[in-house]
């Protein structure tokens, strides 16, 4: 039994935990917006920086957001194939429906028809067993017969 290690932290302070809340970040405030719009706002910035940005807002007007889009020189052709993209897409989605619709009808049939196949056999196996019953009961009345058709006046008492 030697000498132990000197602790790790004893000179500094310990690391934080992982379940421990991050230090704080300074808050960045948002000016209001301005009074022209429908007062529907869009987020611009996820993570705004400290500094350049203060005078940046995270949030937009729809107006503002349409502004800004047309001076960037967004072109109708864009949209136009976003569209056409989207009308593919919902032509496919309704095919698919219908497909999906014809499946359903036909797992409902097999369905049913297995269900009918099922009660079939269940019938049957019970006709069986009766007739079974039946055949059972016509062979002991038959032995009761041959019992009462035996001659017994020869028999001793």
Do not use: C, W
């Amino acid at each position: 039994m030697g000498a132990q290690p000197p602790l790790l932290y004893a000179h500094a302070p310990f690391p934080l935990f992982p379940t421990q809340p991050p230090p704080a970040v300074p808050a960045v405030q948002v000016p209001p917006a301005s009074g022209s719009g429908s007062g529907r706002r869009h987020r611009v910035a996820a993570t705004p920086e400290a500094g350049n940005d203060a005078n940046k807002r995270m949030y937009y007007t729809h107006e503002e957001n349409l502004r800004a889009k047309k001076e960037k020189g967004t072109t109708d052709d864009v949209t136009l194939e976003v569209r056409e993209h989207l009308k593919t897409l919902v032509q496919t989605q309704a095919t698919q429906k219908e497909e999906l619709e014809g499946i359903k009808d036909l797992q409902q049939k097999l369905s049913d028809q297995r269900v009918e196949a099922v009660t079939l056999q269940l019938k049957a196996a019970q006709e069986k067993k009766e007739a079974k019953l039946l055949d059972h009961k016509n062979k002991l009345l038959e032995k009761i017969t041959k019992l009462l058709q035996v001659d017994t006046s020869n028999m001793e008492p």
